[in-house]
């Protein structure tokens, strides 16, 4: 019997508390529980998700889309995990991956309000950048946040990122052209791979 070849990336990253990969078919189940039980703690800080969000039929078309695109190498969708990686507690998305001359992409993610004030996302998110420079040869990530969301803020200046930029009605977020802080983190000592 001939067997298939994905050709998707199989990464996984393992932290002190934590499972960090990319997500893919299986996942589902997980990513529709973790919408489904932070949709009011979540919808302050991201766009407005219809129902599909919340149930596995939704996710099993969306990740079909997202597994073309991790093997496309133009986005990079993590799942933060437990380590049984029974559930998810957040998510961290490297997207817009642009090659060439920029060799830049624009971090966003969440984490469930159960898993708050715990510094998982710092954790999952210095192995997740430590794998986007060195793996991905990425020099650039973008993150941007909301002006009044100072934990994002924290976090991201925790993790070397430099503010840039202020842009006005920047993302549309809970129905609202909200504006947004710019920064930046860039690898000092870049190498090219890809």
């Known amino acids: 019997m001939f067997g298939y070849r994905s050709n998707v990336p199989k990464v ?3 932290t002190d508390r934590l499972v960090v ?3 893919h078919d299986r996942d589902a189940w997980r990513l529709a529980d973790y919408y489904s039980e ?13 129902e599909s969000h919340c149930y596995p039929s939704g996710w099993q ?24 990686e029974k559930t998810i507690l957040g998510v961290a998305n490297f997207s817009n991956v642009v090659r060439g001359s920029f060799h830049a992409c624009y ?3 969440s984490l469930s309000e159960k898993s708050q004030g715990q510094g998982l996302m710092f954790e999952a998110l210095q192995a997740a950048i430590r794998y986007m420079q060195r ?6 990530i973008m993150a941007n946040y909301m002006p009044h969301n100072k934990r994002s803020g924290d976090l991201l200046a925790r993790l070397g ?3 840039e930029g202020y842009a006005r009605d920047y993302l549309l977020i809970n129905g609202v052209w909200r504006d947004h802080v710019l920064t930046a ?3 000092p000592d870049w190498v090219a791979g890809r």
């Open 12 to 14: 996984r990253l393992v």
């Open 21 to 23: 990969r990319l997500i």
């Open 38 to 50: 932070n949709r009011q703690f979540l919808k302050p800080w991201e766009p407005v998700r219809d």
């Open 61 to 84: 078309a969306r990740l079909s889309l997202i597994n073309e695109l991790h093997k496309q190498g133009s986005a990079f969708y993590f799942a933060l995990l437990d380590p049984e």
């Open 107 to 109: 971090l966003g993610y």
């Open 135 to 140: 793996t991905q040869h990425i020099h650039r």
């Open 161 to 163: 990122f430099e503010k």
């Open 185 to 187: 983190l860039t690898t």
